[in-house]
């Protein structure tokens, strides 16, 4: 399967989605145009360029739309074309530059040895 993105506008529906698994196209419009002001043809412009991306299914009757992709593999598709645009791919070099210009917590720095230590299992 070819990677999948997807931009600001179409995560926002997918949130919705992700969210809520089911709803109709009319009430994630109504949702959209009270957070974000646009006007049902956008939304439902954006709708179908989902449909047609294969990340929404749309189920009659009714115009139900749910995903047919996780947050989780779109966020990994996104964090890697981050990772590739800005950082050659290295996720140790994003982690470099990154946590040079941090100011951690303890919190925060327990949690980063924890997820470390399970990496060297």
């Keep these: 399967m070819n990677e999948i993105r997807l931009h600001e ?12 698994k089911v709803l109709a196209a009319k009430d994630i419009s109504k949702i959209i145009k009270e957070y974000i002001g646009w006007e049902k043809n956008t939304t439902y412009t954006v ?33 890697q074309a981050l990772l590739n645009k800005f950082y050659n791919g290295s996720l140790c070099n994003f982690f470099t530059d990154y946590l040079k210009n941090q100011k951690l917590g303890a919190g925060e720095l327990l949690e980063l040895e924890r997820i470390i230590s399970e990496q060297k299992l």
């Design 47 to 79: 709708i179908k360029r989902l449909i047609d991306k294969g990340v929404v299914k749309r189920e009659d009757p009714g115009f139900l739309c749910r995903a047919t992709i996780s947050k989780r593999t779109v966020q990994n598709t996104e964090t």
């Design 9 to 20: 506008g179409e995560l926002n529906i997918m949130e919705l989605l992700w969210s809520n």
